[in-house]
């Protein structure tokens, strides 16, 4: 079976900070995610890459940068971390598209 | 604009009932509806799928009942058993290449 690790579990971080988020898979996956799960509002897709060095926006991609560095990794970078980005943000892999996912256990980030 | 929606956004029921969970969609291209389980400080997992080809996916305790017409569709938990209690995300996607799409989740408390 394979995994699906994010780095780190917990992200402090102070308001105008740089914060960059991990993820790593082992499934051979082509396809890798990054969410946003706040309270209420579901999960909102920030980021997508269909394979390595791509990258597609989601709805909620301003203020965000991600990396596709290699086929098992995918980063995701909060240009300049805001208050009311207290959320938490999963990471998820699928072989395909659309196809189901995998999802990491999250990142809780905290600015304060 | 919230393509998929869910209802209630809490339910809570008895150690025995039958919970229903309840979502909608927008997009009549969508054709594939997974469901997925998340315990608190977990990622999501998928639980079961059905394809709009189906108009009901069984799977022990789980039940989808999908009507394409209304573009409707729930999850139905028979026998809730404590374990049970979790947040429940219905999703959608259409053709392959499309990225799944979530509404914002059901939260369910099984009460012994």
């Known amino acids: 079976g394979g995994i699906i690790t994010q780095t780190p579990k917990f992200l402090i971080g102070q308001e105008g900070q740089k914060l960059t988020l991990k993820c790593q898979q082992n499934?051979?996956?082509?396809?890798m995610y990054w969410y946003r799960q706040d309270s209420g509002k579901g999960l909102r897709l920030i980021y997508y890459?269909?394979?390595?060095?791509?990258?597609q926006k989601g709805d909620l991609s301003e203020g965000y940068d991600a990396s596709r560095e290699k086929k098992s990794s995918f980063s995701l970078t909060v240009t300049s971390a805001q208050k009311n980005e207290m959320a938490v943000f999963l990471c998820?892999?699928?072989?395909?598209?659309?196809?189901?996912?995998?999802f990491g256990s999250g990142t809780r980030l905290l600015v304060i | 604009q919230q393509q998929v929606r869910q209802s209630p956004q809490s339910l809570t029921v008895w150690e025995g009932e039958t919970a229903i969970l309840n979502c909608s969609y927008e997009?009549?291209?969508?054709?594939?509806f997974p469901w997925y389980q998340q315990f608190p400080g977990e990622g999501p997992a998928l639980l079961i799928s059905?394809?709009?080809?189906?108009d009901k996916k069984e799977d022990g305790r789980f039940t989808i009942f999908f009507n394409k017409r209304e573009k409707k569709l729930s999850l139905h938990i028979t026998d809730s058993q404590p374990g049970d209690s979790a947040t429940y995300f219905c999703?959608?996607?259409?053709?392959?290449?499309?990225?799944?799409?979530f509404g914002t989740g059901t939260k369910l408390q099984v009460v012994p």
């Open positions: 998820a892999s699928s072989r395909r598209t659309g196809s189901d996912y995998t």
């Open positions: 499934f051979n996956h082509d396809t």
């Open positions: 890459s269909i394979t390595e060095n791509d990258l």
């Open positions: 997009d009549s291209t969508f054709n594939y």
């Open positions: 059905i394809r709009s080809v189906s």
């Open positions: 999703a959608a996607s259409g053709n392959s290449g499309t990225y799944q799409r």
